[in-house]
């Protein structure tokens, strides 16, 4: 089983649309969560972090943790053509910090 | 400008070469790491180092060696040992890992693209 998991997509969603991504995660004790953006051939950068249960918005984006069911989510409102990218979910497994990546969900935003 | 950089962006290796990838930041952070990427797939950890003159091996550090000589610096020397070493190779570095709250956000460089001739 991996750790963490994505749906890798592809993500298809109408400009101006709500695009919802979801991971899912297999550490209980996992305690820092991130968002990453990822487009083609380039580096990640980060979108979000999260530490706690609940929703954290910033801007546009919105992400969502819930520790007890062990899945983080990320919304983006108004989805914009340069939404179009895939996005990597990253969690923190151990106390060093490792972080353990999904293999992302690739996201399309259609006009 | 604060940031990480890598170079060569694109690199070819021959079959029994060892090369190397570099890694710098002047972010003053604590932590450097070495992800693999291959298509489709996440990031793997191949080495990371928590401070100087020490690092430690990630998932698949086999046929990969660094050193950490210098806070700014990590280089990655990918080995003939390594069979299949054609991939996307990003270094990242972070403030504090293990501590929540930001300081073990990861920051990326912008990779450096190998292929195997």
């Known amino acids: 089983q991996k750790e963490v998991e994505q749906n890798s997509g592809p993500l298809s969603v109408p400009e101006g649309a709500i695009a919802s991504l979801n991971c899912t995660y297999s550490d209980r004790v996992s305690q820092s969560f991130f968002w990453y953006r990822q487009y083609s051939g380039k580096s990640p950068e980060l979108i979000m972090s999260?530490?706690?249960?609940g929703d954290k918005e910033d801007g546009r984006f919105t992400a969502q943790l819930n520790k007890a069911s062990q899945y983080v989510s990320l919304l983006i409102r108004d989805s914009q053509p340069s939404d179009s990218a895939t996005y990597l979910c990253a969690v923190v497994t151990d106390s060093w910090g490792k972080f353990q990546f999904g293999a992302g969900t690739q996201v399309v935003v259609t006009p | 400008d604060g940031g990480i950089t890598q170079s060569p962006k694109y690199l070819f290796r021959k079959e029994g070469q060892n090369v190397t990838l570099s890694c710098e930041q002047n972010l003053n952070h604590d932590a450097m790491y070495w992800y693999r990427q291959d298509p489709g797939q996440g990031l793997r950890l191949i080495y990371y180092?928590?401070?100087?003159?020490?690092?430690q091996k990630g998932d698949i550090a086999e046929g990969y060696s660094v050193s950490r000589e210098k806070k700014e610096s990590f280089p990655l020397t990918v080995t003939s040992a390594q069979k299949n070493p054609t991939a996307f190779y990003l270094c990242a570095s972070s403030i504090s890992p293990g501590r929540k709250g930001g300081t073990d956000t990861q920051y990326f460089g912008p990779g450096t693209r190998l292929t195997v001739l």
């Open positions: 180092s928590q401070i100087v003159n020490d690092f």
């Open positions: 999260i530490y706690s249960n």
